[in-house]
């Protein structure tokens, strides 16, 4: 049995964070000692392990939820697990393609920079355009 200190050490995840994942419902209630200090066992820290490497590969919380569910029933096929990823990679592309865009827009907006004054500044400019941004964006 792990106290609270152990586990977190041992997922390199902090305390806060366990005790929040046990608020949400993704860590069932430990069990606890007669002076009320948490213990986990082994299944705890594999799925402590398990949420962990899920939010390194940027899965949402809900999305986490649905794969422990899933987990926890072994008969269900493969395919609802398979949704879920690829959902989450088409999430991700989405994304991927949003921060190129963002990253080609200030590339243009720093060759434009003519280095001059402040009051010239072409990044300050297109920063200030709102309106450009709200119509480019809007869709």
Known sequence: MLTIGALAKRTGTKVQT???YEQ?????????TEGGQR????ADL???AFIRHARDLGFGLSAIRELLDLSDRPDRPCADVDAIARRHLSDMEHRIARLEALRVELERMLAECGAGRVADC???EV???HEECLTDHSS
């Not at 949400?24 to 606890?32: A, M, N, T, Y």
């Open 127 to 129: 920063l200030r355009d």
């Open 46 to 48: 594999d799925r402590l």
């Open 24 to 32: 949400v419902g993704l860590l069932p209630d430990p069990g606890r």
């Open 18 to 20: 366990i005790r929040y």
């Open 39 to 42: 213990r986990y066992g082994h």
């Open 122 to 124: 072409r990044v300050l």
